[in-house]
């Protein structure tokens, strides 16, 4: 069962946006943290930024000023709006789930590992 579904990536020059959505499916009775995490060939997988069910954010400090996490909860989606993108951002995005935690766990080293819940991914690529 796909119970995290991105939506948003695609090909874009430096300086442009774009926006990333992510339909989840999974429930937590004690709130939950999800986030966005990316991963370029060769290089391990990275958060970008992360939000919890209070609406509690962070990000990562190579995307502050630059990105916007959100969420809406009637529809539950939450988003990443990306703005100046750069061609360092160019990478396979993920969103991610689990139950409540830290928010700050999301830009933790190795914190993509205390995530169980993932979707497919979304390529995004970022020309100069």
């Known amino acids: 069962q796909v119970q995290l579904v991105e939506s948003g990536g695609g090909s874009v020059q430096a300086g442009e946006s774009l926006t990333l959505s992510c339909e989840v499916s999974v429930h937590f009775d004690n709130g939950y943290c999800m986030g966005w995490f990316r991963q370029a060939p060769g290089k391990e997988r990275e958060g970008v930024a992360g939000?919890?069910?209070?609406?509690?954010?962070v990000y990562a400090d190579s995307v502050k000023g630059r990105f916007t996490i959100s969420k809406d909860g009637t529809k539950n989606i939450m988003y990443l709006q990306m703005n100046s993108l750069k061609p360092e951002d160019s990478a396979m995005y993920y969103c991610a789930i689990d139950g409540f935690r830290p928010v700050s766990m999301v830009v933790a080293l190795n914190g993509a590992n205390a995530f169980d819940y993932w979707g497919q991914g979304t390529q995004v690529t970022v020309s100069s």
């Open positions: 939000i919890d069910s209070n609406g509690m954010t």
